[in-house]
């Protein structure tokens, strides 16, 4: 089975490597500092408990410390501050070398204790890894570090006091069951600076090794255990460290009657009030005592708690879980949004439908539809009205005439409509960058951009919503000129010349025929060089003359659905290319910061523990229902949505 918390510190990696770039390193400086603590922890010996005693100024922790050990390692007295540096015990020290080493306790403050071997005779001297742990400061006794229990009425133990070594029951009358119950084996049991200590160097040495520790024990005294500075700076900060803490309302024995359950009571109302769990009645939370380290009173209780916390082997992966916990919630405002996050259909076809109009693809639509009009009125048009079109210039539906039907009315290979210009608007064009004229309008294409990229970051963090704005604006610095190019690029060509416009060319030249032959007739029956009667003539000259205008007519209603068809296609090919270009430029950078996002959100789903550990990514393309960070395909048939007049 996996530990949940290796996914979590696999998930934290990740999430910083993807966020590297994207969150400024003094904002995720503290949760690389959390992923090297850990990986340092899980390396060194998960069979002993690092227990922390800390505590304000005259509290009592050295006294409490050496009761606890059963020997009088750490200094007391009334001088303040007392201990000036850590000091360590520890119980089997095998293999917590390297824990004193990460919380720099020097090598002579540190101290080592095994079990009761034998408990009817002292231990022989001490072996080589006691040798290592274990540096006696100067001027102090040699010990030995097996001692057999000190009960009440031995030597070495005043009446009353609870002063016994380690795995005993420190009550008299307990058996060695009840010693073996409470053995410390594995326990490294830390006495640190006061946290209120007037020197600055004692303070952040606590505040060091509360970071490194797996479990505190805060020793606090009836006077200072509802000082502000203890509240504010550590225990309302470390409210969800409450399955490592521990909390000893120490000196109880000044006291007088009920007073103590009474301190006990506004002691755990005010760790109410910091949100620190308290444990009752078998719950999970913080565990509150009273003790004397004086008369020994509660001592055996802290104890027996400790030797719990020990034998579970699981307070340091407790403790890494909590300062996980408390990471993410710091790191919440950089990864959870409001709302969905992602692109949604109606702003990616707004994005598109700007980008066409900002090259005109509706204008250039209408344009070829009426283009392509003209060209058939003026090819089937009668004889006299092509050739008076043709003295008009080369403006206009003309020069689109010419070009498909040829000075007589043929079929040519000439070049593309497109590029049959005037030749004053050809040099314009040619005078541009690039010999292209600017068609795209800038402001459009300015005002579409920052629509996109503000309905792409709507619900996001900031520092994603900003990667997706700058993603947006860098694409957008290039795509007017790309969009130029891209408008030349989908210019119609020349549609092919339909054959009706040929038939309908040869009827308007044999109706002009007609007409004139009878016109012909009509003179030389007038001037009596033909006998015939005078109504023929006249019926042919009026078959010609109207004959001609009915089949343009005709003809130019024939041409509305291949206009408009040509137009829509002409309409098509230019917003597909401004898709493409919007695609390419600032849809595809956009999704792929918010298929990062997406990334990055899952993994500190995980790291949160608010998702399961095997939950991965989705695949890039999977859609979604409403917001998506995908890139809408290419606009290929949208027939249905273009439209224009005939008329």
Known sequence: MVDPLTVRVEALGELLGLSRTRISPDELAESSELLARVGERRRLSLDHTVVAM???????????????????????????????????????????????????????????????????????????????????????????????????????????????SVGDGAEAGRDLGDVKEQSLDGLVLIDLPDHDSAATG???????????????????????????????????????????????????????????????????????????????????????LAASALTGQGVPDLRAVLAQIVSERAAAGRRLAADMDRMASGLQPLYVGEGGAGLTDPAREEFVDRLADAVGAAGAGQSAEKEWSSAAWDACGTPWSRLLGERAGSAGCSRFVRKMTGSLGRRTNGPRWAEVRPPAQLAKEQSGPSGLRPTASRPVIDEAVRGLSADAARGLPVPWARAVRDAARRGGEGLPAALDAAAVRARPRTPERPGWWSVAAAVQWLLMALAL????????????????????????????GVGGPLVSGTCRIAARGPARRYGQA?????????????RARVLEPVAAELMRYREVREQYAVVAGSAPASARLLPAGRPSDRRTGGVPAPAGNRGDRLSHSSE
């Open 54 to 164: 800390a505590g304000a100024t005259g509290s009592g922790k050295s006294t409490l410390f050496n009761a606890l050990t059963g020997l009088e390692l750490s200094a007391t007295g009334v001088r303040r501050p007392t201990t000036s540096r850590p000091v360590a015990c520890a119980w089997q020290p095998e293999r917590a070398a390297g824990l004193l080493d990460r919380l720099g306790v020097a090598p002579q403050d540190r101290y080592a204790r095994y079990g009761l071997r034998d408990m009817s005779a002292p231990v022989p001297a001490e072996t080589g890894a006691e040798r290592e742990l274990e540096a006696r400061p100067q001027g102090r006794p040699e010990r030995q570090e097996h001692v057999l229990p000190c009960l009440p009425g031995q030597s070495g133990a005043p009446d009353g006091a609870s002063h016994c």
């Open 202 to 288: 004692h303070r952040e040495q606590v505040d060091r090794l509360l970071r490194l520790v797996d479990v505190v024990v805060w020793v606090l005294d009836p006077e200072k255990y509802a000082d502000a500075a203890l509240h504010e700076r550590y225990l309302r900060p470390l409210a969800g460290h409450a399955d490592v803490t521990v909390l000893v309302l120490n000196q109880v024995d000044r006291l007088p009657g009920d007073t103590a359950d009474l301190v006990l009571d506004d002691l755990r109302r005010l760790l109410d009030e910091d949100g620190l769990a308290v444990g009752e009645h078998g719950e999970a939370g913080a565990v509150v």
């Open 517 to 544: 032959a009878g016109v012909v007739c009509l003179s030389a029956v007038g001037s009596g060089s033909l006998d015939m009667s005078w109504w023929p003539p006249l019926v042919t000259v009026a078959v010609g």
């Open 570 to 582: 002409a309409e098509r090919r230019l917003r597909d290319a401004a898709a493409d270009c919007g």
